[in-house]
T-cell receptor, first 114, second 112 residues
Framework: DTAVSQTPKYLVTQMGNDKSIKCEQNLGHDTMYWYKQDSKKFLKIMFSYNNKELIINETVPNRFSPKSPDKAHLNLHINSLELGDSAVYFC?????????????FGQGTRLTVV | RKEVEQDPGPFNVPEGATVAFNCTYSNSASQSFFWYRQDCRKEPKLLMSVYSSGNEDGRFTAQLNRASQYISLLIRDSKLSDSATYLCVVSLWGGATNKLIFGTGTLLAVQP
């Protein structure tokens, strides 16, 4: 069973389009994240949700709107896609708390905006 | 200054070599520390947690120096399969901050 699954794995779309990436975890974790990995391979946190509530929004443009319908799901909707949005987006989850916070990642969604 | 800094490498080493990676972090409130491994075009996976007392897992040894805000990873007897990017990670938890902060990663290439 996949612990953290995100879909789609690949997404190629034109500038200006709106797209969504879905993420689900079956680990019973309370905290979920979206990370963006750019062409230089730097993993940067975008959002953190704890029990469906937004905890962190790391100055991400408001074209990016996360939605957490329940603890096990954290989806990412992106409006008006731009070339600079091309990257790999990773969903992750952890237990809540400062210790034992091993993060489990989804396989990533490789977004290419053309 | 980045919150977690690592030498990006690449480190090109022969099989059997010992290689050491270093990492520094800027926030003294950081609570937990980890090394993750990321293979090409794959997701990051936990390699090991890092404790002040130091910890070892087979050929891998991790150390944490809180006073210097410095983390290290030592790999002995390198194998071809160790080739990957190694990510230094710290966690910040509490109040409005619940996150894992990743370093830029150090690329290791073990040569036959």
């Amino acid at each position: 069973d996949t612990a953290v699954s995100q879909t789609p794995k690949y997404l190629v779309t034109q500038m200006g389009n709106d797209k969504s990436i879905k993420c689900e975890q079956n680990l019973g974790h309370d905290t979920m994240y979206w990370y963006k990995q750019d062409s230089k391979k730097f993993l940067k946190i975008m959002f953190s949700y704890n029990n469906k509530e937004l905890i962190i929004n790391e100055t991400v443009p408001n074209r990016f709107s996360p939605k957490s319908p329940d603890k096990a799901h954290l989806n990412l909707h992106i409006n008006s896609l731009e070339l600079g949005d091309s990257a790999v987006y990773f969903c992750a989850s952890t237990r809540t708390g400062p210790t034992n916070t091993e993060a489990f990642f989804g396989q990533g969604t490789r977004l290419t905006v053309v | 200054r980045k919150e977690v800094e690592q030498d990006p490498g690449p480190f090109n080493v022969p099989e059997g070599a010992t290689v050491a990676f270093n990492c520094t972090y800027s926030n003294s409130a950081s609570q937990s520390f980890f090394w993750y491994r990321q293979d090409c075009r794959k997701e990051p996976k936990l390699l090991m947690s890092v404790y002040s007392s130091g910890n070892e897992d087979g050929r891998f040894t991790a150390q944490l120096n809180r006073a210097s805000q410095y983390i290290s990873l030592l790999i002995r007897d390198s194998k071809l399969s160790d080739s990957a990017t190694y990510l230094c990670v710290v966690s910040l938890w509490g109040g409005a901050t619940n996150k894992l902060i990743f370093g830029t990663g150090t690329l290791l290439a073990v040569q036959p």
